[in-house]
């Protein structure tokens, strides 16, 4: 075995290691969508600005003039926490904002839809999430849908 052949394999075995130690982990965004109002609207009623949002009327791809139109108004705030953070704290992090600015979204609900979307990613390890009741009962002080994404651990190893 060549030296780069050596380091290849260390490579590999070290990429396998990590896949197979690998904890789940999870990313978390509040989803605000309409069909009647702008972003700029979302915006103002909420007063605090999103990490990304579309615009209805836009293109789905900017740089494709071929490309679909949007045919709502998309406004995302997405939440930042460290990769070991829980499920849980993805969801407080939101129900927190919430409740923080409960009366705007009173108003909100009224003209967009909303929704938290969760992506998990399993790891090696047990693969699973929780709610507990009292975070699922300050869900429901607005309505508010939560879309999970599953995705599992990805495997390297040739078949």
Known sequence: MNSYQLLLFAVETIDKTLQMTEKSYYRCTLCISSKIISVKEITDILGFEPTRAYEKGTLMSPRNPKSRIRQESSWYLDIELAT????DDHIKQIISVIEKHLSQFGTLVKVCDLEIYCSFFAGEDNGQFFLNSSLLK???IIPID?????????SNSEE
């Open 138 to 140: 300050r869900l429901t």
């Open 84 to 87: 070991e953070a829980s499920f």
């Open 146 to 154: 939560i879309t999970v994404a599953l995705y599992p651990p990805t």
